[in-house]
Nanobody, 115 residues
Framework: QVPLVESGGGLVQAGGSLRLSCAASGSIFRFNAMGWYRQAPGKQRELVAAVTSSGGTNYADSVKGRFTISRDNAKNTVYLQMNNLKDEDTAVYYC?????????WGQGTQVTVSS
């Protein structure tokens, strides 16, 4: 397995920023795509942002213009820069790495936005 470890979550005021990191124990080139998902209490897990191995990105409409996903291949890490955070961004954020045969998930990191 190639575990994924998220970090960077925390408590932030509305309008503030956080940067999440997802570090893989091996090369991230083995993943066809990597993404950030979130799950708020009582809600289904949803895609926030994803980046492919070729660098293509896509975002949930709710975060476009506020969040940016990026990857540092040398550090085997994917980042999620979150700006102008809103109450509705409060959730546990999970990193996912997808290969041809398997999906890997991190353990999640809590993001709490206070108004």
């Amino acid at each position: 397995q190639v575990p994924l470890v998220e970090s960077g979550g925390g408590l932030v005021q509305a309008g503030g920023s956080l940067r999440l990191s997802c570090a893989a124990s091996g090369s991230i080139f083995r993943f066809n795509a990597m993404g950030w998902y979130r799950q708020a209490p009582g809600k289904q897990r949803e895609l926030v942002a994803a980046v492919t191995s070729s660098g293509g990105t896509n975002y949930a409409d709710s975060v476009k213009g506020r969040f940016t996903i990026s990857r540092d291949n040398a550090k085997n890490t994917v980042y999620l820069q979150m700006n102008n955070l809103k109450d509705e961004d409060t959730a546990v954020y999970y990193c996912r790495g997808t290969t041809d045969s398997y999906d890997y998930w991190g353990q999640g990191t809590q993001v709490t936005v206070s108004s």
